[in-house]
């Protein structure tokens, strides 16, 4: 014991917080961050799809391999009469309301939308959305308790 006397000791803390509302904020960014990437590649006139792994038997031989597989992915942008651009902000499949009785940012040009889409990561980065994430993921499972 007394190699350990002259360290300081203390109760384990946690590693992170793992609290329903964190864990929902994270989904919330991650949504964010693909479609930050999407509206970027639309800006930039490229098509963009997102993978995902799975593992596949080749017929031929058997053998078990790792592919990349396209995930489907729909924009929360959208453009109206070919001149303004909405933005949503989803969890789910629920609109979030950002004031009360508004769910979407109108925006003049896809340029606007990729910075809207940033100051909606760092909004939900601070917890600014918390209370509508928890209504909708309330809604949600109150379908699978049914």
């Not at 058997?62 to 969890?91: K, N």
């Not at 979407?104 to 959305?129: D, H, P, Y």
Request: glycine share 6%; with cysteine; net charge positive.
């Amino acid at each position: 014991m007394s190699r350990l006397e002259g360290l300081r000791l203390v109760a384990k803390p946690a590693r992170c917080s793992n609290t329903p509302i964190h864990k929902r904020r994270a989904n919330v960014m991650r949504a964010l961050d693909e479609q930050i990437r999407l509206a970027e590649r639309m800006q930039a006139g490229e098509r963009y799809t997102p993978t995902v792994p799975r593992w596949e038997i080749d017929p031929a031989t058997g053998e078990r391999r790792r592919i990349e597989w396209p995930r489907r992915l729909y924009a929360w942008f959208w453009q109206v009469d070919g001149s303004e651009w909405f933005v949503t902000l989803r969890y789910g499949n629920r609109c979030i309301e950002l004031a009360r009785g508004r769910k979407a940012v109108q925006v003049e040009s896809l340029e606007e939308v990729v910075a809207t889409l940033k100051t909606l990561r760092a909004a939900a980065s601070e917890g600014e959305f918390d209370a509508g994430l928890e209504s909708a993921s309330r809604a949600i499972h109150a379908r699978f308790r049914a």
